[in-house]
Structure formats: C-alpha cells, structure tokens
Nanobody, 115 residues
C-alpha cells in the first residue's frame, strides 16, 4: 500500500504564493493520472488540477492562470505551484495518484489565505 504525504501548506496573505509537494512512501509505478483536490469547510471536495503521465493538464476554472501542476519523480510524483492566492482558495488540499491498480490519497495539507 502506498501512503502519500502532502507538504507546503500554511498561512499566506492574499496575493502570495505557496508550493505544495506530494511524497510517496515508495516509488509508484504504473501511474495514470496525478492531481490535487481541495475541500473547504462545509463544501464538497473539488478538483483543482490534474496531470497525466503524458503531461496533459486540466485545471478548475477558478485556478486557471494562477496555479501550475507539475510532475516530479516516482517518489515525489506531483507538485502544485499556487500564485496570486485568494481568500477563497482556503481549503485542505489533497494529493491524488491513480494507477492502473489503485487510487491513492494523502491526508491533506491546510492552506489558509488571509484577506
């Protein structure tokens, strides 16, 4: 079983930047899609961005032009650069890795943007 651990969250002022990383307990092979999701208090978990092993990306409209998802290596599969952060970006951010044999989630990292 693979464990994912997110890092890089924290408190930042509106307009600031954060970079989220995702570390795996072991190298992950057979990756299909990697992504970041978020869940704000009282709301459902929503997609932020995904990236395939081929490099195709998909972003939520609310983060287009501000966030950039990127691939890294088999033990640190995906990162999320967040610029021009807004108050409404405040949420717990989750790393997700889907392989042909499994679907893995991290425990989440809190991102708080002060207005």
């Amino acid at each position: 079983q693979v464990q994912l651990v997110e890092s890089g969250g924290g408190l930042v002022q509106a307009g600031g930047s954060l970079r989220l990383s995702c570390a795996a307990s072991r190298s992950i092979f057979g990756i299909n899609v990697m992504g970041w999701y978020r869940q704000a208090p009282g709301k459902q978990r929503e997609l932020v961005a995904t990236i395939t092993t081929g490099g195709s990306t998909n972003y939520a409209d609310s983060v287009k032009g501000r966030f950039t998802i990127s691939r890294d290596n088999a033990k640190n599969p995906v990162n999320l650069q967040m610029n021009s952060l807004k108050f409404e970006d405040t949420a717990v951010y989750y790393c997700n890795v889907r392989t042909y044999g499994g679907n893995y989630w991290g425990q989440g990292t809190q991102v708080t943007v002060s207005s």
